[in-house]
């Protein structure tokens, strides 16, 4: 993808539910993306807009406007819609972070376009602008069986998941200027190596562990 004009302010939207009841849920975890983006690049404090939550700054040598839709899950669409027409930019410039429970916990995916594989908030956001935005894809795991899924992202991550859950959630917001530069690539290769480094870091104590007499 052609990476965005310097001068043009690209839309990152976070996926979720409002409310304390919902605020740790896998579901949510696209507002947690865009509070650790926010609090890492200090962007000033999130104000009622669209329908939703915004905060505006740069990141890196260019602009975004960080959405969090408050319509619940299923009417996302409503919030982006409202974002995207007042910035007048095209879907291109639209980068969405959601749920995916066909991705192993902690795998990140970045893709432009495509279905929407069952995900009541892209169902959303697609039918009001249309497929072609950018879709950051977080993974959380799959319970096993299609009529757990419903249950599985509308319940807590587990304490065990803040292993990988943190670190992912600090790459991403540690990288998010690639994504508005319209480096898809760049930024997956960025936040797989910062997990793969984090990941090496946690084990080496075991390993020094093991060869202590």
Known sequence: MAAADSDRTVLLVGLGNPGPRYARNRHNVGFMALDAIAELHRLPVWRSRFQGQVSEGRLGA???????????????????GAAMRWLRIAPANVVVFYDEIDLAPGKVRVKAGGGTAGHNGIRSVAAHIGPDFRRVRLGVGHPGHRDAVQRHVL?????????????????????????????????MNRVAVALQAGNKERAAPARDAGTRG
């Open 62 to 80: 260019g602009r975004a406007l960080l959405l969090k839709p408050m319509t619940y899950m299923n009417e996302s669409g409503r919030a982006v």
């Open 155 to 187: 319940s807590d991550f587990a304490k065990a998941d803040s292993v990988w859950l943190g670190p992912l959630l600090a790459a991403i917001a540690d990288n998010a200027q690639m994504l508005v530069a319209g480096d898809d690539p760049g930024f």
